[in-house]
C-alpha cells in the first residue's frame, strides 16, 4: 500500500517519468511547450495505475457508497480503486448519451446514496464542479472529490465554494519534487 511519505515520493517519481514528456507541443491554448505532462500514461500503465489506486484507498471518506469515475481519465482510475475498496461504481460522462438508456451515470444508481467524484488530474475543478451538480440534481449526495494530481491552479478552492471538500494524493509540487536534479 501507498502511504508513507517515501512511498508517496517513489510514487510521485515513477508517475512524472512515466508521464512527463519533452519534445514541441500545442497546448489547447495554442501556446507551444517543451514539455508535456501526459495523464493518461499512468492510467494505461496496469501496475503504475494499481499503486495509485492503493494510495488512493487510503483517502476514501467513510459513509462512502458509491464511486463515481468522471469521463474519461477518472474511469480507469474509478475502476481499480473499486478493486481496492469494494465499492460499486458509476461512469458519469460529460453529457447524458441520446440513445439507448440515455443516462448520464452508468453502472452504480447514484440517487439517495453518498457519492465519492473520482478525477484523474484537477486543475479549475470546472468539470467536477459541472458533473457533481448533475449528479446532485439526479438525488446524489456529494460532498468531497477524490484525485490523483491537484495541479495546485485553484481547483480545490474552486470545489469548496460549491461544497465539495477535494483530497489528492499528490500535487504538482510533488511531481516537480521528485524530479531528478
Do not use: W
Amino acid at each position: 500500500m501507498t502511504d508513507t511519505p517515501r512511498d508517496l515520493a517513489d510514487l510521485a517519481r515513477a508517475i512524472d517519468a512515466t508521464c512527463r514528456l519533452t519534445g514541441r507541443f500545442v497546448l489547447r491554448s495554442g501556446r507551444i511547450a517543451d514539455e508535456y505532462f501526459d495523464k493518461y500514461r499512468f492510467e494505461a500503465d496496469p501496475v503504475l495505475l494499481d499503486r495509485v489506486a492503493a494510495g488512493l484507498a487510503a483517502l476514501v471518506p467513510p459513509g462512502t457508497e458509491v464511486l463515481a469515475g468522471l469521463e474519461m481519465g477518472g474511469i480507469p482510475v474509478v475502476t481499480a480503486l473499486a478493486r481496492h475498496v469494494g465499492l460499486p461504481c458509476a461512469f458519469v460522462r460529460k453529457t447524458a448519451k441520446a440513445y439507448g438508456t440515455a443516462r448520464l451515470a452508468e453502472g452504480a444508481d447514484v440517487a439517495g446514496r453518498r457519492v465519492l467524484v473520482v478525477e484523474d488530474v484537477v486543475t479549475s475543478g470546472g468539470q467536477v464542479v459541472i458533473s457533481t451538480g448533475q449528479l446532485r440534481e439526479l438525488g446524489a449526495t456529494v460532498e468531497h472529490a477524490l484525485c490523483v494530481i491537484d495541479r495546485g491552479e485553484g481547483g480545490a478552492a474552486a470545489l469548496a465554494g460549491h461544497g465539495i471538500a477535494l483530497r489528492a494524493l499528490l500535487t504538482r509540487a510533488d511531481l516537480d519534487a521528485a524530479r531528478p536534479a
